[in-house]
């Protein structure tokens, strides 16, 4: 069974869970994200630029996330999904190193990067809160638990190196809604981890409009902030762009 049947196994259960504990409400949504990738990344050797010599641009790409109220005491489920996909040709002015192979300086190379990531979140709301302040507001706190897919590969003529590596990472969470008229809400995201020279950083800032009845449309920013040295692999990477979502919530 590959990775990523094992995440949808694992997100299935998860809302089984939630299903079977009597969930007290749900929101979820489908979206498309445009990103621009900036920073390095280096495979047992030498570090390569994301713009300048890997030549990527920006990408778009499908997003979904669900999230799962429950009653009493019971963690909240908030789940996630985030596909991301770069390939373009590049080229490096001088003979640069990864893995085990050495390529041609001002050669023409073809690169591709993965950096899949999924969310399984559980995450409390502050007591009484929402009712102090007639709904208006809403703060919620938490732990995340992340796991990146990533997957590097160059190509020049027939020399070909590639790294492939399941990542997981444990972050703090922490959520923000603010919905001042029934029909508008403002709402932030953060999640984010530091250990030793490790980094990884999440902000997600999202206006929500009310449509009709239980359906939403929103649109927002997310931005990521990378930086790991794992399994010789070395990335220092980041990625910004607006966003758009439709979903609903009960």
Known sequence: MGF???VGGALLLLMGTAASAGATGIEAAVGVWNHTPRGTIAYQGTSLD???E???GDETRLTGRVKVETPLFFPNLYLMATPMEFKEQGIKSSTFTFGNQTFTANTAFTSKLRLDHYDLGLYWGLPFLRTATANILNVDLGIDARLVDLKAEVAQGATTESKSLTVPVPMLYAGVQVKPL???AGEAEARGIAYGKDRYFDIIGRGKLILFDHVFAAAGYRYEKLKIDESDVKADVNFGGP??????QF
């Open 4 to 6: 990523k049947q094992l």
């Open 182 to 184: 029934s029909w508008l």
């Open 50 to 52: 994301l713009k300048d």
């Open 243 to 248: 966003f758009g979502e439709v979903g609903f």
């Open 54 to 56: 890997l030549k990527y």
